[in-house]
């Protein structure tokens, strides 16, 4: 009986027809494409896991000569999903969820300048269940806190008044900015009534301004008809909330309508020491 034997590479040297050319440096990479009026582009990548996306100041990258254009999600409201999640948009606008997940990007003309943007995350808002169960408990606070400090970049923590997790940023030199929300119901202790009870979110217009003025004079009237003061430095309105758009335009024009300010937290916040 006659056995054919297969043909096998295994055990054969086999040349690769790449390799004298990568060997001796003559094979260009796209890192070595270096064009005429060709643009150089970076992406500003997250460093949290799961956290609200609160602003993103790109007025001095844009400002920086031979930046050509910064763009964040806000400049692309027609985002269509990357693979299978249907919320995976190129860019995030609200949130992120992973590490490294894409916030921003610039081009300019090198790679330096592309660098040297600096676009940078100023807030961090952890979200959801998280942000309520850290306003207090410590520990959990703390590790917030620690991981913000570690981001470096001067990244201010945001919370609600007199928590835990603002009590935690400042222990360990992290700026903070006490947070009010406009469009939510409050208990008399300053917390922030569950979404599961009736009257806890609220979606009228002319009320949400009502109460955000309140809140920048440092009182709001909690869910039992109650009185209460604390300061804030920033009004939060949820953008799920039905009619967030007209919420959000009425609350504006009542602020400016009764003198105050709407301004960047970086602008009055202190710097870290």
Not at 189 to 203: E, F, Q
Not at 219 to 235: L, N
Request: hydrophobic share 40%; charged share 30%.
């Amino acid at each position: 009986m006659k056995i054919i034997e297969r043909e096998t590479l295994i055990g054969k040297r086999i040349p690769k027809m790449d390799a004298p050319e990568k060997a001796s440096g003559k094979t260009r990479y796209i890192h070595d494409i270096d064009l005429p009026g060709q643009l150089w582009g970076k992406i500003l990548r997250s460093s949290r896991v799961h956290a609200r996306i609160k602003r993103i100041d790109v007025s001095k990258a844009k400002a920086l000569p031979g930046v050509h254009v910064v763009i964040t999600a806000a400049d692309i409201p027609d985002q269509r999903p990357i693979g299978v999640n249907k919320d995976h948009s190129a860019l995030k606008g609200d949130k992120v969820r992973c590490i490294r997940d894409e916030i921003a990007a610039v081009a300019a003309d090198s790679d330096a300048i592309a660098e040297a943007a600096g676009v940078t995350l100023q807030h961090v808002k952890p979200h959801g269940a998280i942000y309520n169960v850290a306003a207090k408990d410590r520990e959990l606070s703390l590790g917030i806190a620690e991981a913000v400090k570690e981001a470096g970049g001067d990244l201010i923590l945001m919370g609600l008044p007199d928590s835990e997790m603002l009590k935690a940023a400042q222990e360990v030199g992290v700026r903070v900015a006490r947070e009010a929300f406009g469009d939510r119901a409050y208990n008399e202790n300053g917390s922030l009534v569950p979404r599961k009870i009736a009257g806890s979110l609220i979606t009228d217009p002319d009320q949400v301004a009502e109460r955000a003025i309140g809140l920048a004079q440092g009182r709001v009237v909690a869910i039992t008809g109650k009185e209460i003061r604390f300061q804030a430095d920033t009004i939060c309105l949820h953008g799920d909330t039905p009619g967030a758009a007209t919420i959000a335009r009425r609350v504006r024009e009542r602020l400016e309508k009764e003198g105050a300010q709407v301004r960047p937290l970086g602008s009055f916040l202190g710097q870290r020491a």
